[in-house]
Protein backbone atom coordinates (compact mmCIF):
# COMPACT_ATOMS: atom_id res chain seq x y z
CA UNK A 1 0.00 0.00 0.00
CA UNK A 2 1.71 3.34 -1.24
CA UNK A 3 1.94 6.09 2.03
CA UNK A 4 -0.83 8.65 1.97
CA UNK A 5 1.59 11.63 1.26
CA UNK A 6 2.47 9.65 -2.23
CA UNK A 7 -0.89 8.80 -3.37
CA UNK A 8 -1.96 10.10 -6.80
CA UNK A 9 -5.66 12.44 -6.73
CA UNK A 10 -7.88 10.22 -8.52
CA UNK A 11 -11.44 11.02 -8.88
CA UNK A 12 -11.74 6.99 -9.71
CA UNK A 13 -11.11 6.64 -6.14
CA UNK A 14 -14.44 7.59 -5.32
CA UNK A 15 -16.98 4.79 -3.09
CA UNK A 16 -18.95 3.91 -6.10
CA UNK A 17 -21.89 5.48 -4.29
CA UNK A 18 -20.01 8.57 -3.36
CA UNK A 19 -22.34 11.03 -4.00
CA UNK A 20 -22.07 14.59 -2.18
CA UNK A 21 -24.99 17.12 -0.99
CA UNK A 22 -23.98 20.26 -0.61
CA UNK A 23 -26.24 23.25 1.55
CA UNK A 24 -25.76 26.20 1.11
CA UNK A 25 -28.44 29.39 2.59
CA UNK A 26 -27.39 31.63 -0.91
CA UNK A 27 -25.26 30.68 -3.86
CA UNK A 28 -24.12 32.83 -6.44
CA UNK A 29 -25.44 30.49 -9.60
CA UNK A 30 -26.42 33.14 -12.35
CA UNK A 31 -26.03 36.99 -12.76
CA UNK A 32 -29.83 36.98 -13.32
CA UNK A 33 -30.57 34.85 -10.50
CA UNK A 34 -30.73 37.34 -7.22
CA UNK A 35 -30.10 34.52 -5.31
CA UNK A 36 -26.91 35.58 -3.03
CA UNK A 37 -25.81 38.70 -0.77
CA UNK A 38 -22.31 38.30 -1.06
CA UNK A 39 -19.18 36.53 -0.38
CA UNK A 40 -20.82 33.35 1.35
CA UNK A 41 -23.11 32.97 -1.76
CA UNK A 42 -20.19 33.64 -4.76
CA UNK A 43 -17.93 31.15 -2.86
CA UNK A 44 -21.15 28.43 -3.15
CA UNK A 45 -21.29 29.64 -6.65
CA UNK A 46 -17.51 29.52 -7.64
CA UNK A 47 -17.54 25.93 -5.62
CA UNK A 48 -20.27 24.32 -7.45
CA UNK A 49 -18.77 25.87 -10.69
CA UNK A 50 -15.24 24.05 -10.31
CA UNK A 51 -17.23 21.13 -8.90
CA UNK A 52 -18.74 20.50 -12.44
CA UNK A 53 -15.57 21.28 -14.21
CA UNK A 54 -13.80 18.76 -12.06
CA UNK A 55 -16.63 15.98 -12.33
CA UNK A 56 -17.29 15.64 -9.06
CA UNK A 57 -20.92 13.91 -8.40
CA UNK A 58 -22.92 16.52 -6.21
CA UNK A 59 -25.97 17.32 -5.69
CA UNK A 60 -26.66 21.12 -4.20
CA UNK A 61 -29.71 23.13 -2.13
CA UNK A 62 -30.76 25.52 -1.56
CA UNK A 63 -33.41 28.39 -1.04
CA UNK A 64 -35.21 30.07 -4.29
CA UNK A 65 -35.15 33.81 -2.66
CA UNK A 66 -38.21 34.61 -4.94
CA UNK A 67 -37.26 38.26 -3.89
CA UNK A 68 -33.84 38.14 -3.99
CA UNK A 69 -31.91 40.01 -1.64
CA UNK A 70 -31.62 43.90 -2.39
CA UNK A 71 -31.21 46.35 -5.13
CA UNK A 72 -29.44 48.91 -3.43
CA UNK A 73 -30.00 52.90 -4.00
CA UNK A 74 -27.79 55.60 -2.66
CA UNK A 75 -29.17 59.13 -2.41
CA UNK A 76 -26.57 61.85 -3.16
CA UNK A 77 -25.85 61.84 0.57
CA UNK A 78 -24.85 58.33 0.65
CA UNK A 79 -28.27 57.19 2.19
CA UNK A 80 -29.45 53.58 1.59
CA UNK A 81 -32.70 52.29 0.45
CA UNK A 82 -33.77 48.98 -0.61
CA UNK A 83 -36.00 47.77 -3.23
CA UNK A 84 -36.88 43.96 -3.45
CA UNK A 85 -35.64 41.96 -6.79
CA UNK A 86 -38.25 39.75 -8.08
CA UNK A 87 -37.70 36.91 -10.26
CA UNK A 88 -39.33 33.72 -11.63
CA UNK A 89 -37.37 30.69 -11.37
CA UNK A 90 -39.11 29.31 -14.31
CA UNK A 91 -37.37 31.57 -16.71
CA UNK A 92 -34.09 29.28 -15.05
CA UNK A 93 -35.03 26.42 -13.91
CA UNK A 94 -36.87 23.17 -14.37
CA UNK A 95 -39.90 22.84 -11.45
CA UNK A 96 -39.36 19.05 -9.97
CA UNK A 97 -42.56 17.25 -9.36
CA UNK A 98 -41.15 15.77 -5.72
CA UNK A 99 -42.97 17.48 -2.83
CA UNK A 100 -42.20 16.89 1.04
CA UNK A 101 -43.03 18.61 4.17
CA UNK A 102 -41.55 20.47 7.30
CA UNK A 103 -43.02 21.42 10.85
CA UNK A 104 -43.14 24.80 11.46
CA UNK A 105 -44.50 25.97 14.70
CA UNK A 106 -46.76 22.39 14.54
CA UNK A 107 -47.26 23.68 11.20
CA UNK A 108 -46.93 21.56 8.40
CA UNK A 109 -45.18 23.04 5.58
CA UNK A 110 -45.00 21.69 1.79
CA UNK A 111 -41.91 22.48 -0.14
CA UNK A 112 -40.89 21.79 -3.55
CA UNK A 113 -37.31 22.83 -5.55
CA UNK A 114 -36.81 24.39 -8.68
CA UNK A 115 -33.49 22.47 -10.55
CA UNK A 116 -30.93 24.38 -12.38
CA UNK A 117 -27.92 22.52 -14.05
CA UNK A 118 -24.84 23.72 -13.10
CA UNK A 119 -22.82 22.72 -16.43
CA UNK A 120 -18.69 21.80 -16.29
CA UNK A 121 -16.34 22.55 -18.90
CA UNK A 122 -16.46 18.65 -20.26
CA UNK A 123 -20.29 18.63 -19.55
CA UNK A 124 -20.74 16.96 -16.33
CA UNK A 125 -23.33 18.44 -14.40
CA UNK A 126 -24.06 19.39 -10.47
CA UNK A 127 -27.64 19.85 -10.44
CA UNK A 128 -28.67 22.65 -7.74
CA UNK A 129 -32.29 22.75 -6.24
CA UNK A 130 -33.74 25.88 -5.17
CA UNK A 131 -36.45 24.85 -2.28
CA UNK A 132 -39.94 26.99 -2.59
CA UNK A 133 -42.63 26.81 -0.06
CA UNK A 134 -44.42 29.48 -2.02
CA UNK A 135 -47.49 26.83 -3.05
CA UNK A 136 -51.43 26.61 -2.32
CA UNK A 137 -51.86 24.63 -0.04
CA UNK A 138 -49.37 26.39 2.53
CA UNK A 139 -50.90 29.39 4.38
CA UNK A 140 -49.69 33.22 3.79
CA UNK A 141 -47.40 33.21 5.98
CA UNK A 142 -45.30 30.16 4.90
CA UNK A 143 -45.58 30.75 1.31
CA UNK A 144 -43.04 33.56 1.84
CA UNK A 145 -40.70 32.01 3.74
CA UNK A 146 -38.59 31.30 0.81
CA UNK A 147 -38.78 34.76 -0.81
CA UNK A 148 -36.17 36.98 1.44
CA UNK A 149 -32.35 36.06 1.56
CA UNK A 150 -31.56 37.51 5.34
CA UNK A 151 -34.95 39.29 5.27
CA UNK A 152 -37.00 39.23 8.47
CA UNK A 153 -36.63 38.76 12.07
CA UNK A 154 -34.49 35.79 14.01
CA UNK A 155 -37.83 34.36 13.83
CA UNK A 156 -38.15 34.45 10.00
CA UNK A 157 -34.10 33.05 9.80
CA UNK A 158 -35.06 29.70 12.22
CA UNK A 159 -38.35 29.02 10.35
CA UNK A 160 -35.83 29.01 6.92
CA UNK A 161 -33.27 27.02 8.26
CA UNK A 162 -35.56 24.29 9.29
CA UNK A 163 -36.90 24.37 5.41
CA UNK A 164 -33.25 24.52 4.36
CA UNK A 165 -31.50 21.73 6.70
CA UNK A 166 -34.48 19.31 7.11
CA UNK A 167 -36.68 20.46 4.02
CA UNK A 168 -33.41 19.81 2.18
CA UNK A 169 -32.06 16.63 3.20
CA UNK A 170 -35.78 15.06 3.12
CA UNK A 171 -35.85 16.72 -0.97
CA UNK A 172 -32.68 14.72 -1.08
CA UNK A 173 -34.34 11.50 -0.14
CA UNK A 174 -37.78 12.56 -2.44
CA UNK A 175 -35.60 13.19 -5.78
CA UNK A 176 -34.10 9.54 -5.27
CA UNK A 177 -30.75 10.79 -4.65
CA UNK A 178 -28.45 8.01 -2.04
CA UNK A 179 -26.23 10.77 -0.56
CA UNK A 180 -23.11 9.73 1.41
CA UNK A 181 -21.34 13.39 2.50
CA UNK A 182 -23.67 16.48 3.30
CA UNK A 183 -21.72 19.62 3.43
CA UNK A 184 -23.02 21.87 5.57
CA UNK A 185 -21.64 25.53 4.09
CA UNK A 186 -21.77 27.49 7.19
CA UNK A 187 -24.25 26.85 10.20
CA UNK A 188 -27.56 28.10 8.33
CA UNK A 189 -28.27 24.61 7.31
CA UNK A 190 -26.99 22.22 10.60
CA UNK A 191 -30.58 21.38 11.39
CA UNK A 192 -30.41 18.56 7.82
CA UNK A 193 -28.65 16.93 10.85
CA UNK A 194 -32.04 16.67 12.85
CA UNK A 195 -33.53 15.30 9.31
CA UNK A 196 -30.92 12.56 9.33
CA UNK A 197 -31.16 11.33 13.10
CA UNK A 198 -34.93 11.25 12.60
CA UNK A 199 -34.21 9.15 9.50
CA UNK A 200 -31.84 6.80 11.31
CA UNK A 201 -34.51 6.39 14.32
CA UNK A 202 -37.31 5.10 11.62
CA UNK A 203 -39.90 8.13 12.69
CA UNK A 204 -38.95 7.03 16.64
CA UNK A 205 -38.83 9.58 19.43
CA UNK A 206 -35.67 11.28 19.73
CA UNK A 207 -35.02 10.54 23.04
CA UNK A 208 -34.40 6.70 21.74
CA UNK A 209 -31.33 7.60 20.10
CA UNK A 210 -28.05 6.01 21.24
CA UNK A 211 -24.54 7.25 20.57
CA UNK A 212 -24.73 4.11 17.80
CA UNK A 213 -27.26 6.58 15.90
CA UNK A 214 -25.32 9.71 16.60
CA UNK A 215 -22.23 8.45 15.37
CA UNK A 216 -23.88 7.29 12.19
CA UNK A 217 -25.04 10.56 11.26
CA UNK A 218 -21.86 12.19 11.96
CA UNK A 219 -20.23 9.75 9.98
CA UNK A 220 -22.37 11.38 6.90
CA UNK A 221 -21.85 15.19 7.70
CA UNK A 222 -18.91 17.81 7.00
CA UNK A 223 -19.15 21.56 8.15
CA UNK A 224 -17.29 24.40 6.86
CA UNK A 225 -17.38 27.56 9.03
CA UNK A 226 -16.65 31.21 7.66
CA UNK A 227 -17.75 33.04 10.68
CA UNK A 228 -14.74 34.26 12.62
CA UNK A 229 -16.60 36.15 15.55
CA UNK A 230 -19.46 34.98 18.12
CA UNK A 231 -21.73 37.19 17.10
CA UNK A 232 -21.70 35.94 13.20
CA UNK A 233 -22.87 32.58 14.44
CA UNK A 234 -27.09 31.96 14.06
CA UNK A 235 -28.08 31.72 17.63
CA UNK A 236 -31.67 31.02 18.79
CA UNK A 237 -33.46 32.01 22.30
CA UNK A 238 -34.80 28.11 23.82
CA UNK A 239 -38.25 29.58 23.55
CA UNK A 240 -37.66 30.15 19.70
CA UNK A 241 -36.36 26.95 19.92
CA UNK A 242 -39.46 25.39 21.55
CA UNK A 243 -42.28 26.90 19.40
CA UNK A 244 -40.83 26.82 16.25
CA UNK A 245 -38.81 23.85 16.06
CA UNK A 246 -40.42 21.81 19.08
CA UNK A 247 -39.89 20.52 22.57
CA UNK A 248 -38.79 17.39 21.73
CA UNK A 249 -36.40 18.25 19.26
CA UNK A 250 -34.92 20.87 21.58
CA UNK A 251 -34.61 19.00 24.47
CA UNK A 252 -32.33 16.65 22.82
CA UNK A 253 -30.52 19.53 21.32
CA UNK A 254 -29.53 20.63 24.81
CA UNK A 255 -28.94 17.29 25.93
CA UNK A 256 -26.29 17.27 23.12
CA UNK A 257 -25.04 20.24 24.26
CA UNK A 258 -25.39 22.42 20.89
CA UNK A 259 -26.65 25.57 23.07
CA UNK A 260 -24.14 27.99 24.62
CA UNK A 261 -25.21 31.02 27.08
CA UNK A 262 -28.66 29.53 26.71
CA UNK A 263 -28.86 30.00 23.38
CA UNK A 264 -29.35 27.32 20.47
CA UNK A 265 -26.26 27.79 18.66
CA UNK A 266 -26.14 26.44 14.96
CA UNK A 267 -22.42 26.34 14.72
CA UNK A 268 -21.96 24.52 17.95
CA UNK A 269 -25.25 22.18 16.57
CA UNK A 270 -23.21 21.51 12.89
CA UNK A 271 -19.97 20.84 14.88
CA UNK A 272 -21.26 18.42 17.20
CA UNK A 273 -23.11 16.23 14.19
CA UNK A 274 -19.85 16.67 11.63
CA UNK A 275 -16.82 14.51 11.54
CA UNK A 276 -14.96 17.10 9.98
CA UNK A 277 -14.93 20.55 10.14
CA UNK A 278 -12.99 23.15 8.57
CA UNK A 279 -12.92 27.02 8.42
CA UNK A 280 -12.03 29.09 5.27
CA UNK A 281 -7.88 30.14 5.84
CA UNK A 282 -5.34 29.06 8.25
CA UNK A 283 -5.81 32.30 10.36
CA UNK A 284 -9.68 31.75 10.47
CA UNK A 285 -9.18 27.58 11.81
CA UNK A 286 -7.19 28.77 14.49
CA UNK A 287 -9.12 31.62 15.49
CA UNK A 288 -12.59 29.07 14.88
CA UNK A 289 -10.39 26.69 17.24
CA UNK A 290 -10.24 29.43 20.37
CA UNK A 291 -14.01 29.97 20.23
CA UNK A 292 -14.98 26.04 20.15
CA UNK A 293 -11.77 24.74 21.68
CA UNK A 294 -13.51 20.93 21.96
CA UNK A 295 -13.57 20.40 18.54
CA UNK A 296 -10.65 19.95 15.91
CA UNK A 297 -10.94 22.27 12.78
CA UNK A 298 -9.12 21.75 9.63
CA UNK A 299 -8.59 24.55 7.03
CA UNK A 300 -9.34 24.70 3.90
CA UNK A 301 -8.44 28.04 2.53
CA UNK A 302 -10.65 29.75 0.27
CA UNK A 303 -10.76 30.50 -3.64
CA UNK A 304 -12.55 31.37 -6.83
CA UNK A 305 -13.56 30.27 -10.28
CA UNK A 306 -10.77 31.08 -12.55
CA UNK A 307 -12.41 31.28 -15.69
CA UNK A 308 -15.82 32.91 -14.16
CA UNK A 309 -13.49 36.22 -12.91
CA UNK A 310 -10.41 36.29 -15.11
CA UNK A 311 -11.25 39.07 -17.14
CA UNK A 312 -11.48 38.65 -21.44
CA UNK A 313 -8.35 40.53 -22.22
CA UNK A 314 -6.77 38.48 -19.76
CA UNK A 315 -7.88 35.01 -21.09
CA UNK A 316 -6.97 35.80 -24.40
CA UNK A 317 -3.74 37.12 -23.11
CA UNK A 318 -3.12 33.21 -21.40
CA UNK A 319 -4.73 31.28 -24.26
CA UNK A 320 -2.56 32.65 -26.62
CA UNK A 321 0.65 31.83 -24.21
CA UNK A 322 -0.80 28.51 -22.31
CA UNK A 323 -4.07 27.33 -22.99
CA UNK A 324 -3.85 24.46 -20.60
CA UNK A 325 -4.82 26.84 -17.67
CA UNK A 326 -8.42 26.33 -18.35
CA UNK A 327 -7.80 22.42 -18.13
CA UNK A 328 -5.92 22.74 -14.85
CA UNK A 329 -5.54 26.04 -12.91
CA UNK A 330 -1.83 25.13 -11.59
CA UNK A 331 -0.63 26.11 -15.11
CA UNK A 332 -1.55 29.90 -14.22
CA UNK A 333 2.03 29.11 -12.80
CA UNK A 334 3.50 29.84 -16.05
CA UNK A 335 2.19 33.74 -16.06
CA UNK A 336 5.18 34.15 -14.56
CA UNK A 337 6.34 34.13 -18.42
CA UNK A 338 4.03 36.31 -19.84
CA UNK A 339 5.31 39.35 -21.85
CA UNK A 340 5.70 42.50 -20.15
CA UNK A 341 3.77 44.88 -22.52
CA UNK A 342 0.90 42.10 -23.05
CA UNK A 343 -0.11 42.12 -19.44
CA UNK A 344 0.07 45.99 -19.41
CA UNK A 345 -2.03 46.50 -22.33
CA UNK A 346 -4.88 43.80 -21.53
CA UNK A 347 -4.83 45.49 -17.91
CA UNK A 348 -5.62 48.45 -19.53
CA UNK A 349 -8.52 47.60 -21.77
CA UNK A 350 -10.35 46.26 -18.78
CA UNK A 351 -9.64 49.79 -17.08
CA UNK A 352 -10.94 51.79 -19.43
CA UNK A 353 -13.60 49.41 -19.51
CA UNK A 354 -14.41 50.14 -15.28
CA UNK A 355 -13.65 53.77 -16.12
CA UNK A 356 -16.55 53.98 -18.82
CA UNK A 357 -18.58 52.24 -16.21
CA UNK A 358 -17.84 54.78 -13.81
CA UNK A 359 -18.58 57.40 -16.29
CA UNK A 360 -22.08 55.53 -16.89
CA UNK A 361 -23.03 55.40 -13.62
CA UNK A 362 -22.10 58.81 -12.09
CA UNK A 363 -21.32 61.18 -14.99
CA UNK A 364 -17.60 61.63 -13.36
CA UNK A 365 -14.90 61.13 -15.87
CA UNK A 366 -11.61 59.18 -14.35
CA UNK A 367 -8.41 59.36 -16.20
CA UNK A 368 -6.69 55.87 -17.33
CA UNK A 369 -3.34 56.78 -16.51
CA UNK A 370 -3.77 58.20 -12.98
CA UNK A 371 -3.27 55.27 -10.55
CA UNK A 372 -6.62 53.90 -9.38
CA UNK A 373 -7.32 52.07 -5.97
CA UNK A 374 -10.45 49.77 -5.67
CA UNK A 375 -12.17 49.27 -2.32
CA UNK A 376 -15.11 46.53 -2.42
CA UNK A 377 -17.12 44.91 -0.27
CA UNK A 378 -19.79 44.50 2.48
CA UNK A 379 -20.20 47.60 4.33
CA UNK A 380 -19.03 46.52 7.50
CA UNK A 381 -17.84 48.37 10.11
CA UNK A 382 -15.15 46.15 11.09
CA UNK A 383 -13.45 46.56 7.58
CA UNK A 384 -12.97 50.31 8.07
CA UNK A 385 -14.16 51.48 4.56
CA UNK A 386 -13.05 55.19 5.93
CA UNK A 387 -8.93 54.05 7.07
CA UNK A 388 -8.14 55.60 4.06
CA UNK A 389 -9.23 59.33 5.18
CA UNK A 390 -7.65 58.96 8.47
CA UNK A 391 -5.54 62.22 7.38
CA UNK A 392 -7.10 63.66 4.09
CA UNK A 393 -3.77 65.44 4.31
CA UNK A 394 -1.59 63.03 3.71
CA UNK A 395 -3.79 61.71 1.38
CA UNK A 396 -3.68 64.51 -1.00
CA UNK A 397 0.08 64.68 -0.50
CA UNK A 398 0.05 61.41 -1.85
CA UNK A 399 -2.38 61.70 -4.58
CA UNK A 400 0.12 65.28 -5.45
CA UNK A 401 3.33 62.92 -5.25
CA UNK A 402 1.38 60.63 -8.11
CA UNK A 403 0.38 62.62 -10.61
CA UNK A 404 -3.23 61.77 -9.32
CA UNK A 405 -4.98 59.15 -7.07
CA UNK A 406 -8.53 58.03 -8.28
CA UNK A 407 -10.36 56.04 -5.72
CA UNK A 408 -13.26 53.73 -6.55
CA UNK A 409 -15.66 52.39 -3.21
CA UNK A 410 -18.32 50.20 -3.85
CA UNK A 411 -20.60 47.76 -1.45
CA UNK A 412 -23.95 47.10 0.17
CA UNK A 413 -24.96 47.36 4.00
CA UNK A 414 -27.72 44.85 5.92
CA UNK A 415 -31.17 46.78 5.44
CA UNK A 416 -30.81 46.44 9.31
CA UNK A 417 -27.07 47.39 10.05
CA UNK A 418 -27.67 51.06 10.68
CA UNK A 419 -23.58 50.99 11.66
CA UNK A 420 -23.15 50.03 8.23
CA UNK A 421 -25.55 52.12 6.07
CA UNK A 422 -23.42 55.25 8.49
CA UNK A 423 -20.36 54.01 6.78
CA UNK A 424 -21.65 54.20 3.57
CA UNK A 425 -22.71 57.76 4.12
CA UNK A 426 -19.69 58.63 5.84
CA UNK A 427 -17.29 57.57 2.69
CA UNK A 428 -19.64 59.63 0.44
CA UNK A 429 -19.70 62.50 2.77
CA UNK A 430 -15.76 62.31 2.69
CA UNK A 431 -15.85 61.87 -1.06
CA UNK A 432 -17.32 65.21 -1.24
CA UNK A 433 -15.28 66.96 1.08
CA UNK A 434 -11.80 65.29 0.05
CA UNK A 435 -12.31 65.26 -3.90
CA UNK A 436 -10.79 67.93 -6.20
CA UNK A 437 -8.42 67.73 -9.76
CA UNK A 438 -5.82 65.43 -8.22
CA UNK A 439 -7.74 63.21 -6.07
CA UNK A 440 -10.60 61.52 -7.24
CA UNK A 441 -13.22 59.78 -5.00
CA UNK A 442 -16.39 57.70 -6.02
CA UNK A 443 -18.61 55.56 -4.54
CA UNK A 444 -20.64 53.33 -6.84
CA UNK A 445 -24.24 52.00 -6.17
CA UNK A 446 -25.69 48.23 -6.26
CA UNK A 447 -22.40 46.29 -6.20
CA UNK A 448 -23.21 42.40 -7.29
CA UNK A 449 -21.65 40.02 -9.44
CA UNK A 450 -21.29 42.06 -13.03
CA UNK A 451 -20.09 45.02 -11.02
CA UNK A 452 -17.42 43.48 -9.11
CA UNK A 453 -15.80 41.44 -11.91
CA UNK A 454 -15.04 44.88 -13.44
CA UNK A 455 -14.03 46.39 -9.96
CA UNK A 456 -11.61 43.61 -9.55
CA UNK A 457 -10.34 43.40 -13.05
CA UNK A 458 -10.13 46.82 -13.62
CA UNK A 459 -8.37 48.70 -10.98
CA UNK A 460 -4.53 49.17 -10.24
CA UNK A 461 -4.62 48.73 -6.53
CA UNK A 462 -6.93 46.68 -4.66
CA UNK A 463 -6.98 47.42 -0.81
CA UNK A 464 -9.12 45.94 2.38
CA UNK A 465 -8.19 47.41 5.49
CA UNK A 466 -10.28 45.02 8.04
CA UNK A 467 -10.04 44.90 11.86
CA UNK A 468 -8.08 41.74 13.10
CA UNK A 469 -9.04 38.96 13.44
CA UNK A 470 -12.19 39.42 12.14
CA UNK A 471 -11.63 38.73 7.97
CA UNK A 472 -12.39 34.92 7.43
CA UNK A 473 -11.30 34.95 4.13
CA UNK A 474 -12.13 37.19 1.68
CA UNK A 475 -11.84 35.93 -1.89
CA UNK A 476 -12.43 39.62 -4.14
CA UNK A 477 -8.40 39.98 -3.38
CA UNK A 478 -7.74 36.61 -5.38
CA UNK A 479 -10.16 37.74 -8.27
CA UNK A 480 -8.20 40.92 -8.31
CA UNK A 481 -5.35 38.46 -8.47
CA UNK A 482 -6.50 36.70 -11.30
CA UNK A 483 -6.42 39.28 -13.49
CA UNK A 484 -3.20 40.34 -11.74
CA UNK A 485 -3.69 43.00 -9.82
CA UNK A 486 -1.76 43.10 -6.66
CA UNK A 487 -3.67 43.77 -3.37
CA UNK A 488 -2.67 46.31 -0.16
CA UNK A 489 -4.01 45.09 2.81
CA UNK A 490 -4.14 44.22 6.43
CA UNK A 491 -2.44 40.43 7.02
CA UNK A 492 -5.87 38.57 8.06
CA UNK A 493 -7.87 36.04 6.54
CA UNK A 494 -6.42 34.93 3.13
CA UNK A 495 -3.70 37.64 2.62
CA UNK A 496 -1.54 36.04 5.66
CA UNK A 497 -1.03 33.06 2.86
CA UNK A 498 -1.21 35.27 -0.41
CA UNK A 499 1.19 38.48 0.82
CA UNK A 500 4.65 38.26 -0.74
CA UNK A 501 6.07 41.74 0.06
CA UNK A 502 6.53 43.81 -3.45
CA UNK A 503 5.33 40.14 -5.83
CA UNK A 504 1.89 40.02 -5.24
CA UNK A 505 1.37 43.27 -3.35
CA UNK A 506 2.08 45.22 0.33
CA UNK A 507 1.07 44.07 3.67
CA UNK A 508 -0.54 46.74 6.07
CA UNK A 509 1.54 46.22 9.01
CA UNK A 510 -0.07 45.65 12.40
CA UNK A 511 -0.46 48.62 14.79
CA UNK A 512 -1.38 49.20 18.76
CA UNK A 513 -5.03 51.39 16.89
CA UNK A 514 -6.48 52.39 13.56
CA UNK A 515 -4.26 55.65 13.62
CA UNK A 516 -1.06 53.40 13.48
CA UNK A 517 -2.49 51.29 10.61
CA UNK A 518 -3.69 53.93 8.58
CA UNK A 519 0.12 55.03 8.84
CA UNK A 520 1.18 52.21 7.63
CA UNK A 521 -1.38 52.35 4.67
CA UNK A 522 0.13 55.63 3.46
CA UNK A 523 3.60 54.96 4.16
CA UNK A 524 3.17 51.88 1.60
CA UNK A 525 1.45 53.86 -0.83
CA UNK A 526 4.24 56.44 -0.41
CA UNK A 527 7.47 54.44 -0.41
CA UNK A 528 6.17 51.41 -2.82
CA UNK A 529 2.82 51.54 -4.76
CA UNK A 530 3.19 55.24 -6.14
CA UNK A 531 7.02 55.22 -7.03
CA UNK A 532 6.74 51.48 -8.54
CA UNK A 533 3.64 52.71 -10.85
CA UNK A 534 5.03 56.05 -11.48
CA UNK A 535 8.33 54.90 -12.75
CA UNK A 536 8.78 51.83 -12.96
CA UNK A 537 6.08 50.57 -15.97
CA UNK A 538 8.18 47.75 -16.96
CA UNK A 539 8.80 46.92 -13.17
CA UNK A 540 4.89 47.25 -12.00
CA UNK A 541 4.30 44.24 -15.10
CA UNK A 542 6.41 42.17 -13.43
CA UNK A 543 4.26 42.52 -10.02
CA UNK A 544 1.50 42.06 -12.07
CA UNK A 545 3.11 39.04 -13.20
CA UNK A 546 4.12 37.27 -10.65
CA UNK A 547 0.75 38.01 -8.87
CA UNK A 548 -1.32 36.16 -11.25
CA UNK A 549 1.38 33.55 -10.80
CA UNK A 550 1.79 33.08 -7.64
CA UNK A 551 -1.72 33.44 -5.94
CA UNK A 552 -3.85 33.23 -8.99
CA UNK A 553 -2.31 29.42 -9.26
CA UNK A 554 -3.17 28.70 -5.76
CA UNK A 555 -6.11 31.12 -4.88
CA UNK A 556 -8.77 29.22 -7.11
CA UNK A 557 -11.90 26.95 -6.17
CA UNK A 558 -10.01 23.54 -8.64
CA UNK A 559 -7.47 23.67 -5.76
CA UNK A 560 -9.95 24.12 -3.00
CA UNK A 561 -12.61 21.56 -4.55
CA UNK A 562 -9.96 18.96 -4.49
CA UNK A 563 -8.71 19.35 -1.20
CA UNK A 564 -12.26 18.92 0.34
CA UNK A 565 -12.28 15.71 -2.22
CA UNK A 566 -9.13 14.51 -0.53
CA UNK A 567 -9.80 15.85 3.38
CA UNK A 568 -13.63 15.88 4.15
CA UNK A 569 -15.25 14.23 1.58
CA UNK A 570 -13.42 11.14 1.18
CA UNK A 571 -9.90 11.20 3.16
CA UNK A 572 -7.61 8.85 1.73
CA UNK A 573 -8.57 6.23 4.53
CA UNK A 574 -12.06 6.36 4.17
CA UNK A 575 -11.87 5.45 0.22
CA UNK A 576 -8.99 2.64 0.90
CA UNK A 577 -12.39 1.14 3.00
CA UNK A 578 -14.71 1.51 0.78
Keep these: MQPESSKPFCYESFPSSGLVAYFSMEIAINPGMPTYSGGLGVLAGDTLRSAADLGVPLVAFTLVHRKGYFQQHLDEKGLQSEEIQPWNPSDFCTEEKARVTVSVEDRIVTVRCWRYDMVGRAGHVVPIYLLDTDMEENTGWDRGLTDHLYGGDTNYRLEQEIVLGMGGARMASALGHKVNVHHMNEGHAALLTLALLERQLGGGPLNGATEADIEEVRNQCVFTTHTPVPAGHDRFSTEQAIRILGGDRTARLELMGCFRDEMLNMTLLALRFSRYANGVAMQH ?277 KQYIRNSYYPVKLIEQA
Design 285 to 561: AKVSRAMFPEFAIDSITNGVHAPTWVSEPIQKMMDANFSSWRRDNLYLRNAIDLPEQEILSAHAVNKVALLAEVTRRTGQVFDPKVLTLGFARRAATYKRATLLFTDPKRLMEIATAAGGLQIIYAGKAHPQDEPGKALIQKVVEDAATFSNDLLRIVYLENYDWKLGAILTAGVDVWVNTPRRPYEASGTSGMKAALNGVPSLSILDGWWIEGCIEGFTGWAIEDGADDAAEADSLYRKLETAVVPLYRDTPEKWARLMRTTLAFNGSYFNTNRMV
